[in-house]
């Protein structure tokens, strides 16, 4: 939902979320599936999956945001991750930046990808 974030916290810097990003979301925890054994009985699996969140952040060129984001991916260990939305509920957790991170220096933008742990607080 486009315009649904405010404002996005990595590491302790705060960034606004650009107002026509879409933010996709998936809270961790557990995935169950059934599986059928031999005889007709079926068998419950549970699976860990992630948690994650995409969205776009606006960058300030005279903070160094560019600096600051590429020097956290590049943390070995979690760093804290928290989103705000709208209504003012707080999601976040501890984790990774992943994947490419892409600055678009047109309108000071870039789209990040967070997987670890994310949850409402």
Known sequence: MAGSYKECVIGGRRFPVDVEADVT????????????????????????????CKLTIRIDPDRDDETYLNGQAAEKGNIQFQTLDVDDNLRGGEGQLEGDME????DDTVE???????AKI
Not at 43 to 48: A, E, L, T, V, Y
Not at 112 to 118: N, P, Q, R, T, V
């Open 112 to 118: 990040i990808e967070y997987y670890g742990s994310y």
């Open 25 to 52: 979301y998936q809270y961790g925890g557990y995935v169950n599936e059934k599986k059928i054994n031999g005889d007709g009985s079926f068998k419950n699996s549970k699976k860990r999956k992630i948690g994650m």
């Open 103 to 106: 600055f678009n220096a047109t």
